[in-house]
Each structure stands twice: as C-alpha cells, then as structure tokens.
C-alpha cells in the first residue's frame, strides 16, 4: 500500500489570500485525484491527473502533478470562505489500479 | 434521492452490540466501498467488493464484516462494537478500474461506541 503524506495537516487564512497543499509519496502513481470534503457530507471529486507534468485549473484552484508522478500540489488563487473544507488527495494502486488510497488530508479554513 | 445512500446518518451504540450500517446506490456502479475516516487518519479502506461475488478485505479488516445482497447494496457489520470503532463510516461506488471520474460517496454515517 502506497503511503500519501499531504501537508500542511490545518490552514487557516484570511479571504482573499493564496494556499497551497501537497500531497507527496515515494510511490509512482499511474493517476492521482484530489477531493473536498465539506462538513457532514462525503468527499466530492475536484481533478484527476494522469501525465507527468500535466497542469489543470478549476477557475481558481490549479492542480500540478508532479514530472516524476510521486506528488501533486494543489494552488488555491485569492481563498474564499466556500473553500472552506477537507482537502483529500488520492492515489489508486499500483499494477491493478483497483482502489484507491487516500493521503491523510489537509483542513482548510477561510476567515473573512 | 442520493445517488448513494447511507443509513443511519448517526448511531450510537453500546460496547459489545452488533450493529449494521447499510448502504444502496443508483449509480449502476459494481464497484462499492467501505472507508472509515477518522481526525489525521484521512480515509482507511476496510473492504471492497467488485462485483456480487466479490468480497475482498481492505487495510483494517478487523472487527467488522461485509455483504453485498445485490449489485446496488453493499453492508457493513461490526460483530461486537468497541469504543476505538467510533468513526465516520463512508460507503463509495466506482465504475471501472483507475477510473478517472473517481469515486461517488455516500454522505457518511457518524458511529459512536460507549
């Protein structure tokens, strides 16, 4: 099973600032995905990335995987509060791609 | 409705009963999941089936076990529940195997043991 680290573990910032979160392992991924999670519900998929290199933007959140595909960041651009939310960044296995295991999370607060 | 659909949404039970949390989706998915998530553990996979036929153990098996009674049902027993079992229990569906559409998630059910 293929270890996920995300960091920062908490986040809280003011409106209008920038963030970014990684999500590292020592595992090559054959694809990654990053999910929100906001309170009292399941994760919800925001991205999946599959090349090496490869950038996708979501208005204001930018996904970057890395060129060796063993982490991913993900850039918030000008926070606001609705991105409040557990960010989860998730990894299928190796060879048979059969399930998928998440990173530990990180905990984003927007204050106003 | 939900597309997947957990139930009971909170439970809380006695050290030593058994309990059932079920789950039931609309996606047509035959891939189902049960992922427990607790604070700083993110999500921890305890069993997985991917078709009727199909059970599979995940990473924390232990103290629980599964059914899958159709394609669109998929339930979760603790046989004797213990206080470190308190969670949020989440159940998913998927569709093929790396599937880049991701998983869809049920709403979760907040389980506590006393």
């Known amino acids: 099973t293929q270890l996920l680290e995300q960091s920062p573990q908490f986040l809280s910032i003011q409106e209008g600032e920038n963030l970014t979160v990684y999500c590292n392992s020592s595992?090559?991924?054959?694809?990654l995905q990053w999910y929100r999670q906001e309170p009292g519900e399941g994760p919800v998929l925001l991205v999946t990335?599959?090349?090496?290199?490869e950038v996708k933007k979501l208005k204001r959140l930018t996904f970057q995987f890395g060129d060796a595909r063993k982490d991913s960041s993900l850039h918030i651009t000008a926070a606001q509060p609705g991105d409040t939310g557990l960010y989860l960044c998730?990894?299928?296995?190796?060879?048979?791609?059969?399930?998928?295991?998440f990173g530990t999370g990180t905990r984003l607060q927007v204050t106003l | 409705d939900a597309d997947v659909t957990q139930t009971p949404r909170n439970r809380i039970t006695k050290t030593g009963k058994r309990i059932m949390l079920e789950c039931s989706q609309t996606?047509?998915?035959?891939?189902m999941y049960w992922y427990r998530q607790d604070p700083g553990l993110g999500l921890r996979l305890i069993y997985y089936?991917?078709?009727?036929?199909?059970?599979n153990k995940g990473e924390i098996s232990d103290g629980y076990s599964v059914s899958r009674q159709a394609q669109a049902k998929f339930s979760l027993s603790l046989e004797s529940a213990i206080p470190n079992q308190t969670a949020l229990y989440f159940c998913?569906?998927?569709?093929?195997?790396?599937?880049?559409?991701?998983?869809?998630f049920g709403s979760g059910t907040r389980l506590t043991v006393v």
């Open positions: 998913a569906t998927s569709d093929t195997p790396g599937d880049l559409y991701g998983y869809t």
């Open positions: 595992s090559v991924f054959s694809s």
């Open positions: 990335v599959v090349t090496g290199g």
């Open positions: 998730a990894a299928y296995d190796t060879g048979t791609a059969s399930k998928l295991t």
């Open positions: 996606k047509g998915h035959d891939r």
């Open positions: 089936s991917f078709d009727v036929k199909d059970i």
